[in-house]
């Protein structure tokens, strides 16, 4: 018997691999992230990651962590963790999460969001995947209304 198949006690019929398959998490639907570039105050190119929410309610306690991960130069890489709490974020609007440099964009960009809608928890990974943030992906970003790589 493996650790996930033990009963809490011996005279218990409770395991954690029936508690697991009783948890039902609501799927997550109506937000985005995306990778935007554009212009900062010296007229150069910056790229920006934003959280966006799609739909009409707000979201209460938005908490996106970001990483990046793969290979560069033949050895793996790893990035720091980086969390970011957006606390509330109304509907139909999006909130910059971070600034993103080019140097990355060879990785995997994870976001991991978790969120409350209606007083239910909720979360979503959203993983750029290597080589994806690119032109040839760009397509329009709802709400902000420019181009970018969207991810929903």
Known sequence: MTFSEQPTSPNSSFTFANM?????????????????PELNELNETVYNVYFINLKEQDLEGVLVSSRGYGELNGEKVNTSELRHFLDVVPGKSFRQVEPII???????????????????????????????????????????????????
């Open 20 to 36: 697991k398959k009783d948890i039902n998490p609501p799927a997550v639907k109506d937000i985005a992230m995306a990778v935007v």
């Open 102 to 152: 080019e140097d990355v964009f060879a990785l995997s960009n994870q976001y991991w969001v978790s969120f409350y809608e209606n007083g239910v928890m909720a979360d979503k990974k959203y993983v750029f995947v290597a080589g994806s943030i690119d032109q040839k992906n760009f397509t329009e970003i709802p709400l902000l209304g420019i181009p970018g790589v969207l991810i929903s």
